[in-house]
């Protein structure tokens, strides 16, 4: 095969992944980035906002903020009051036909740079994570894996921001479109330039554009910007003019005159008849509310598991998250309902029925990442000083008895197990980050045979019988209960006792809801529990 015959055939370019990290940034800090050489930086901000300086040009970031820096450019980042968390990827672009290349070949480039489109942010951020999750895995195929998703990647990239690439059809065009709007709406836009930019003629821009959302493009991002002002008057004590310039109004006068228009009333007024009355709903992440200093007006419940009877809030009326509909929180007037993407509901579609009655914010977190949600949430609410207090308290507190169980836990191992009437299982999805990450205390190595899957699954009893794990966590899972008391029954099994840590007394009970949920409450009584089971 010739070498003409070879570039027809293969991919001109190859874009290798060498790094990735998740990174943040506190309030009022500043760091200085540099890749090797010939290494390309990628930039994907999770939450906050800062000012980025790329060679000669600056960036003002916010959440779903995508920039490339090229090799050799010096990156350089600002915050103010707002804290940064992103990923930081370096990757490099070569040709397929650099193993044979001549000496006066130029070298491969990647043709995007600077601030770039990612719509939907929420698909890069789930390849992000899963190449985070994985970049240290040393299996070949799962690191091949990871590879592909990079590339994917970068085809999501590329597919929107290289000019010559047409849209697949004029409606896919403006739904793009849509949704960046939807995640931009406070940057300055016209219809002429969106239209430009889905690569749709003004007049077809418009027309499609009121089949798909009943609205024309200006009255849309006004709205948008209405109901955001709306939760800001509502949550802060920021000025109206303050308010105005976040939202994307460039004067206080335009603003109080639209907003007049759709709400009836004036801003100053809105805020005066409502602040102090927010009613928010957050479905399984109350922890967090209640960190901040908030009482949901309604609380998580689930018919299998029950509520999160830890958090003390009996007083508050519980909702069924397995119903069918979401509708019926309408019942209970909330003002913001805030949700997680990798909740069972939002994956279900269960919250875009909340955005048809009320603001519905959807953040987009790892679930056992609870300082960052903690963070993200705070923003919304108003209350980053809270959190960051909380966040500060909670690492003294680890970090004070870390030293106490320095002799308890030196080298020492666990398994944490959730015991129901149908079997034994092995959790590392809620517990590791905490036993683990926070305490230091090693899953034992037949635990991190296992993946995640096998582990839900369950053991058998030879299993357990080899489990020589110095340490047993464990906790009552209620979702298969027989009959009242039925999950019990397994430890009252002749070969429970034959298990090593069991035989030792180094077996523990824990509460299952708590141990089972992230967050600044349920990890603390985490910390209160592990300290009162292995202290000398």
């Given at each position: 095969m010739n070498r003409e015959m070879g570039s027809r055939c293969c991919p001109f370019v190859l874009y290798i992944m060498t790094g990735i990290q998740v990174l943040h940034i506190?309030?009022?800090?500043?760091?200085?980035?540099?890749?090797?050489?010939?290494?390309?930086?990628?930039f994907a901000v999770r939450d906050g906002a800062a000012e980025m300086k790329i060679g000669s040009r600056s960036y003002g970031l916010v959440k779903e903020s995508l920039v490339v820096a090229e090799p050799t450019q010096t990156t350089f980042s600002q915050t103010r009051e707002n804290s940064?968390?992103?990923?930081?990827?370096?990757?490099?672009?070569?040709?397929?036909?650099?193993?044979?290349?001549?000496?006066?070949?130029?070298?491969?480039?990647?043709?995007?740079?600077?601030?770039?489109?990612?719509v939907p942010f929420s698909r890069c951020v789930d390849l992000l994570e899963a190449i985070e999750q994985h970049s240290h895995d040393e299996d070949e195929l799962i690191r091949f894996y990871n590879h592909v998703r990079f590339e994917e990647l970068i085809r999501h990239v590329l597919q929107q921001n290289a000019r010559t690439?047409?849209?697949?059809?004029?409606?896919?065009?403006?739904?793009?479109s849509i949704a960046?709007?939807?995640?931009?709406?406070?940057?300055?836009?016209?219809?002429?330039?969106?239209?430009?930019?889905?690569?749709?003629?003004?007049?077809?821009?418009?027309?499609?554009?009121?089949?798909?959302?009943?609205?024309?493009?200006?009255?849309?991002?006004?709205?948008?910007?209405?109901?955001?002002?709306?939760?800001?008057?509502?949550?802060?004590?920021?000025?109206i003019h303050e308010i105005a310039l976040h939202v994307g109004f460039n004067n206080e006068f335009y603003f109080n005159r639209r907003f007049k228009k759709l709400e009836g009333i004036a801003p100053g007024r809105?805020?005066?008849?409502?602040?102090?009355?927010?009613?928010?709903?957050?479905?399984?992440?109350?922890?967090?509310?209640?960190?901040?200093?908030?009482?949901?007006?309604?609380?998580w419940s689930h018919k299998g598991w029950g509520r999160q009877e830890y958090l003390g809030l009996n007083h508050i009326p519980a909702f069924d998250v397995l119903q069918n509909s979401y509708e019926p929180l309408s019942t209970y007037k909330p003002d913001l309902i805030i949700a997680r993407r990798s909740d069972y509901e939002y994956r279900t579609d269960q919250y875009e029925q909340c955005k048809r009655f009320v603001q519905t914010d959807i953040i987009v977190h790892d679930d056992a990442d609870w300082r960052s949600t903690l963070r993200t949430v705070a923003n919304l609410l108003g209350r980053v000083n809270q959190a960051e207090q909380a966040i500060q308290q909670y690492e003294t507190k680890v970090s004070k008895v870390r030293r106490l169980l320095t002799r308890?836990?030196?080298?020492?191992?666990?398994?944490?197990?959730?015991?129901s009437a149908e079997c034994i299982s092995i959790d590392q999805?809620?517990?590791?980050?905490?036993?683990?990450?926070?305490l230091g205390i090693v899953p034992h190595p037949m635990v991190q045979e296992l993946s995640s899957e096998e582990g839900r699954q369950g053991v058998t009893w030879e299993w357990l019988q080899r489990l020589d794990s110095?340490?047993?966590?464990?906790?009552?899972?209620?979702?298969?209960?027989?009959?009242?008391?039925?999950?019990?029954?397994?430890?009252?099994?002749?070969?429970?006792?034959?298990?090593?840590?069991?035989?030792?007394?180094?077996?523990?009970?824990?509460?299952?809801?708590?141990?089972?949920?992230?967050?600044y409450l349920a990890n603390n009584k985490k910390v209160d529990d592990v300290l009162s089971m292995l202290a000398d």
């Open positions: 506190a309030p009022f800090s500043s760091e200085e980035y540099s890749a090797l050489d010939g290494e390309y930086m990628l940064l968390s992103f990923y930081s990827i370096t990757f490099k672009a070569l040709r397929v036909s650099d193993t044979v290349a001549s000496a006066d070949e130029s070298p491969a480039t990647f043709p995007c740079t600077g601030a770039l489109s990612c690439a047409p849209a697949p059809n004029l409606r896919d065009a403006v739904k793009s960046y709007i939807s995640d931009h709406y406070a940057e300055p836009m016209t219809v002429s330039q969106l239209a430009a930019d889905a690569n749709v003629f003004p007049w077809q821009y418009t027309r499609i554009f009121k089949e798909l959302t009943g609205q024309i493009p200006l009255e849309f991002i006004n709205k948008l910007r209405i109901d955001h002002a709306k939760q800001l008057l509502l949550k802060t004590e920021d000025r809105y805020r005066h008849h409502h602040q102090g009355t927010v009613r928010i709903v957050s479905l399984l992440m109350e922890d967090l509310l209640l960190t901040l200093g908030v009482t949901p007006v309604v609380q308890s836990i030196k080298d020492r191992t666990y398994a944490f197990l959730r015991v999805t809620y517990t590791k980050s905490f036993l683990w990450g926070d110095d340490y047993i966590f464990f906790a009552f899972d209620k979702w298969h209960e027989q009959e009242a008391g039925s999950e019990r029954r397994q430890i009252t099994h002749p070969l429970w006792h034959t298990i090593p840590a069991v035989r030792n007394r180094h077996a523990f009970e824990v509460d299952f809801m708590t141990w089972m949920n992230h967050g």
